[in-house]
């Protein structure tokens, strides 16, 4: 598996952030994010980072908690496209039988204050998909934007055009991308102490 980050960046060694380590967060992907939060009732959620993992067919990510964030009571927000993944979550200790589920192509799956500190691991990714097409219409948006004006159309100027996605199309043929996206600071505070 391999993986990007937005916004603050995770250190995988100290499972710290650092104020001095960040990248600009994706406005479009804040948005999207902004829209799911506020739709659940979050609506001062502030997407600050973000996780990218892309996972071959067969890959897995180990059993772990999302505990790093000093705001922990802000939802995560975890977008799946490609492949299936097989999502296991259990409990706040390595003791509780875990659910298992199916994460795939377009699911939206949301972690919120105790679902956080359960631990949750994807075991395998499975082909399940065999192609994919983007079939959202303008239309489409902007039903699902339902006047909210939190989607900019300017955005999605690329929906109808399929050269646009066949090399990402090509990607997720065998392979899955996960984004998790999640509010670092606490409400009110301006940067990491």
């Not at 973000?50 to 975890?78: C, F, M, Q």
């Not at 298992?100 to 956080?116: F, K, N, P, T, W």
């Not at 934007?145 to 300017?154: A, K, Q, R, T, V």
């Not at 065998?174 to 984004?179: A, E, G, P």
């Amino acid at each position: 598996m391999r993986w990007t980050t937005f916004g603050y960046h995770h250190n995988w060694d100290t499972k710290l952030y650092d104020e001095q380590m960040q990248s600009p967060f994706p406005e479009d992907l804040s948005i999207l994010c902004r829209l799911f939060a506020n739709v659940l009732g979050y609506c001062d959620f502030k997407p600050e980072a973000a996780i990218v993992n892309y996972y071959p067919v067969g890959s897995t990510l180990s059993g772990h908690t999302d505990h790093s964030e000093p705001n922990k009571s802000a939802p995560l927000l975890s977008l799946s496209f490609g492949q299936t993944a097989i999502f296991l979550i259990g409990g706040p200790t390595l003791d509780e039988k875990p659910t298992a589920l199916y994460l795939q192509c377009g699911d939206v799956l949301i972690m919120s204050e105790e679902s956080r500190l359960c631990y949750h691991a994807v075991p395998r990714i499975i082909k399940t998909q065999k192609n994919w097409n983007s079939k959202l219409t303008n239309e489409d948006i902007d039903d699902a934007d339902n006047g909210s004006n939190l989607l900019d159309m300017d955005l999605f100027q690329k929906v109808g055009d399929s050269n646009f996605w066949q090399p990402f199309s090509n990607y997720i043929y065998d392979s899955r991308i996960n984004i998790n996206i999640r509010q670092v600071l606490n409400p009110g505070d301006l940067k990491l102490s």
